[in-house]
């Protein structure tokens, strides 16, 4: 996020404000992982096929770990493009959970490209996903890489642990443009409290590392 909070413009238009340690640091992060989460939006914005370097690929290989993480996408609605990037990379399997309100065109262009997990409610429950994940396909380590309205459902919920934040050296202002936790004026159901673990410097970004205390 920028010195002032912001993780995009107004716009939501992709904006490249970090340096390239912190895209290294971030597909450190991600190659800690066994899945990789996104929120839909930030899918679809960015465009993003959330793989790994080769280098990465293959540390993991070492480990006995597949090449990459399996990954993630989160949809109410479900009107996932096909054409998206992450579509055209098979560096992983890819699992959709989203809703019935799925139209069926998508659906049935999806199920060709993904594992698909429609519930039958409005919305996509989220620690029902996890333990989803965590039965069917073996996952304990879940990196999600927001966007903002998907971090702040998963903080709502208390099922956030950690947060890696890199504070880059900008401010973008405006009040249309999300923070972390989104555009949302309503306060969060209780205030969250991080524990700083870490904090290194590196050129002018600062790398932060928090645990989330879970509320009881
Ligand atoms: N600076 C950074 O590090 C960073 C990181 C990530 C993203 N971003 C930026 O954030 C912007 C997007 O923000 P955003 O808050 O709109 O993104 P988001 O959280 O990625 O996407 C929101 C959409 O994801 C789905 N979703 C989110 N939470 C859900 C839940 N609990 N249950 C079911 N579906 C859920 C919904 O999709 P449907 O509408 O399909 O139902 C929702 O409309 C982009 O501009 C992106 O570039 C910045």
Redo the contacts with the bound molecule.
Sequence with gaps: ?TVDGK??TRN????DFTSREDKLHLFRQRALADAVL??????K??NVRLGLPLELQKARTKRGQAPAPIRVI???????ASRLKIFQSDISPIVIFSTKRMPRKYHRALAKKAALYLTDSD??D?AGMLETLRNEYNVRIVAC???????R?LLEQNLVDQLNLTIAPYMFGGANA?TLT?LSKDFLPASVHCRLIDMRVIEEECFLTYRIKHKR
């Design positions: 996020m993780v995009t939501f238009t992709p904006v996104i929120g839909h939006t930030s899918l914005r960015d989160v949809s109410d609605e479900g009107k996932i919305h996509v989220l890489e927001g966007g903002p309205t998907l971090f459902s999300p989104g």
